[in-house]
């Protein structure tokens, strides 16, 4: 049975490279955050699941921040339906209790029982931070080196794109998909104090700010069924440890779902995985919904007001 010792030691047989954190017991993503453990943005949260027939059982590693719910997860892996697993079949299955959940629990899995799932967001970021077995103690090891141990163990490992949208960068092509969501938002657009036009937005996607190159820009799109969302990140802007948002949009009719929260997390996990320390932005004075939204992430007032011919343009800020 493999607990902290046994996890830790296993890890010096394997000569895997990690960084070693002893701390407090934490049960929560949020006790683990306040708790300070290093590396938060590559911590993970891991879900204990099993289908309605209590003959799959899945062990699904996703970042800590990232909402899936467990519907689109078993449209993912083509599941029956999708439910938590008992407490007992964590301890009898896996060798451990709730608040110690990790893929490494896996080691324990003598029958094999139980697939462990990695969304494609950690193998992204290519390293991780995980409980050996016991939530008083992290570790940081590539992500490449604990997926080839668990399989070198018999463990069957599968990386899932859980990701709700697919992302990608936005193109000429997109132009009438991105007019259409621009004008399912005209109250953004009275304060903008200028309509959307196919010829605006193709400048849009090239526009940058004084000194930057077009390879520091991605005009991004989020696809589910059509374009839900778009957000505009210059990176390297407006100094090379920080990253500038010039624009996120959510489609008009999918206000509310929590589709921009969901995509600015997601790129703000991404850009702090980058190495970026900071991310600035501004909203326009007057846009209430926008200043709640950002303040809720953590963005704060940074600098004077800055008018321009159309607005007043508030500058915004957060460390990541």
């Known amino acids: 049975m493999f607990g902290k010792v046994e996890t830790i030691t296993l890890l010096d047989q394997a000569g895997i490279t990690y960084e070693l954190y002893e701390h407090e017991a934490v049960f929560t993503v ?89 969304d494609q967001e950690l193998v992204d970021a290519g390293r991780v931070t995980v409980h050996p077995c016991d939530n008083t103690a992290t570790v940081l090891l590539a992500m490449k ?66 000194g930057c190159d077009a390879d520091q820009k991605e005009f991004l799109g989020f696809f589910e069924e059509g374009l839900v969302a778009v957000m505009d990140v210059i990176r390297g802007y407006p100094d090379e440890r920080a990253a500038y948002v010039g624009l996120l949009m959510v489609d008009g009719a999918r206000h509310g779902h929590g589709i921009g929260t969901q995509v600015a997390r997601a790129e703000l996990r991404r850009l702090q995985v980058e190495g970026f320390s900071r991310v600035r932005l501004a909203y326009i004075q007057g846009n209430e919904p926008a200043r709640h939204f950002w303040t809720s992430l953590g963005f704060e007032p940074a600098g004077a007001p800055v008018s321009t011919p159309h607005y007043v343009a508030v500058p915004m800020e957060r460390a990541i």
């Open 145 to 210: 080196d604990l997926i080839g141990l668990l399989r070198e163990h018999g463990c069957t490992v599968r990386v899932v794109d859980l990701s709700p949208f697919a992302r990608r960068r936005l193109t000429d092509e997109d132009l009438p998909a991105l007019l259409d969501l621009c004008e399912s938002n005209p109250a953004y657009y009275e304060l903008y104090g200028e309509r959307p036009t196919l010829e605006n937005l193709a400048q849009a996607l090239r526009e940058l700010p004084p």
């Open 30 to 118: 949020e006790q683990a955050h306040a708790a300070g453990i290093p590396h938060q943005e590559l911590g993970a949260k891991n879900l204990f699941l099993r289908d309605d027939k209590h003959r799959a059982y899945y062990l699904v590693c996703l970042p800590d921040e990232k909402d899936v719910s467990l519907q689109e997860i078993q449209g993912h892996l083509g599941s029956r339906r999708l439910s938590f697993a008992s407490e007992k079949d964590l301890c009898s299955m896996l060798g451990l209790v709730p608040g110690s959940v990790t893929p490494l629990g896996a080691l324990n899995d003598a029958e094999r029982r139980v697939e462990v799932v990695i």
